[in-house]
């Protein structure tokens, strides 16, 4: 029913997670981030600006042709739609995990990933805007934390495509150098999400191939391969 164009990242892992709890058939179609294959024509006609994931729903709801969605938010809403789950029905129940799905959107993916780039990939180590974007991250957490200290259970009380988009960027912890320790909500949170089959099952599908992470990779995910087909247009 549904192909999923798709590599193993925090990002990716949003999908295939939702895939798994929402028991739908689908197809995963690989997609070499490093090697540059998110620059092709025919995955830039359904993710046009070249980032995974994005799917294709061969049996949409409205009976017609295969629809396309990219980004990882409206990815999120359109299946909870289409299965009428993890996002309630209710005008206040559904605000409330749509307002903290735009919140992952808009600040604890894209302030992660930047000082998951600073931190760990940058061929140049910059204090300025590594510390600029570890005390956002920092901040970040902390308002996670409250959130899930407030509910007492997930980010929007029950388990909903909040939980879904949050969980795979709090993956990265350990790696970028947060301790779960200085956030017990989050900490419990995370326990109990990582314990769930459907989410352990998105997490196994698929993994980067064992190759060294060279120029042609930082080229190919850090924006200059964007600039550089930008250039000849």
Same mark, same amino acid.
């Given at each position: 029913?549904? &192909?999923?164009?798709?590599?193993?990242?925090?990002?990716?892992?949003?999908?295939?997670?939702?895939?798994?709890?929402?028991?739908?058939?689908?197809?995963?179609?690989?997609?070499?981030?490093?090697?540059?294959?998110?620059?092709?024509?025919?995955?830039? =006609?359904?993710?046009?600006?070249?980032?995974?994931?994005?799917?294709? &729903?061969?049996?949409?709801?409205?009976?017609?042709? %295969?629809?396309?969605?990219? /980004?990882?938010?409206?990815?999120?809403?359109?299946?909870?739609?289409?299965?009428?789950?993890?996002?309630?029905?209710?005008?206040?129940?559904?605000?409330?995990?749509?307002?903290?799905? #735009?919140?992952? #959107?808009?600040?604890? !993916? %894209? #302030?992660?990933?930047?000082?998951?780039?600073?931190?760990?990939?940058?061929?140049?180590?910059?204090?300025?805007?590594?510390?600029?974007?570890?005390? /956002?991250?920092?901040? *970040?957490?902390?308002?996670?934390?409250?959130?899930? !200290?407030?509910?007492? =259970?997930?980010?929007?009380?029950?388990?909903?495509?909040?939980?879904?988009?949050? +969980?795979?960027?709090?993956?990265?912890?350990?790696?970028?150098? +947060?301790? *779960? &320790?200085?956030?017990?909500?989050?900490?419990?949170?995370?326990?109990?999400?990582?314990?769930?089959?459907?989410?352990?099952?998105?997490?196994?599908?698929?993994?980067?191939?064992?190759? %060294? +992470?060279?120029?042609?990779?930082?080229?190919?995910?850090?924006?200059?391969?964007?600039?550089?087909?930008?250039?000849?247009?």
């Amino acid at each position: 029913m549904i &192909d999923l164009y798709y590599a193993p990242t925090p990002n990716g892992w949003k999908i295939s997670i939702m895939l798994e709890e929402l028991g739908l058939p689908y197809t995963v179609i690989p997609v070499n981030i490093r090697a540059g294959e998110q620059f092709r024509p025919e995955f830039l =006609a359904i993710s046009p600006n070249n980032r995974i994931p994005a799917i294709i &729903d061969r049996a949409p709801s409205d009976g017609g042709e %295969p629809f396309s969605v990219f /980004e990882t938010g409206a990815i999120l809403i359109y299946l909870a739609e289409k299965t009428g789950r993890f996002l309630p029905a209710d005008m206040r129940g559904r605000s409330v995990v749509t307002q903290w799905v #735009m919140w992952q #959107m808009s600040g604890l !993916g %894209p #302030m992660l990933g930047q000082h998951g780039h600073f931190a760990l990939y940058a061929s140049e180590k910059i204090p300025y805007a590594i510390e600029r974007y570890r005390d /956002e991250a920092i901040r *970040l957490y902390r308002v996670l934390d409250a959130q899930l !200290g407030k509910t007492g =259970a997930y980010v929007a009380r029950d388990y909903s495509i909040a939980d879904i988009a949050c +969980f795979p960027w709090t993956m990265t912890h350990k790696a970028q150098g +947060f301790t *779960l &320790d200085d956030y017990p909500n989050v900490k419990r949170w995370y326990a109990e999400v990582r314990a769930r089959p459907q989410v352990q099952a998105g997490l196994a599908i698929g993994k980067f191939v064992k190759e %060294p +992470f060279d120029d042609e990779a930082r080229r190919n995910m850090f924006g200059q391969r964007a600039k550089e087909i930008a250039g000849k247009k």
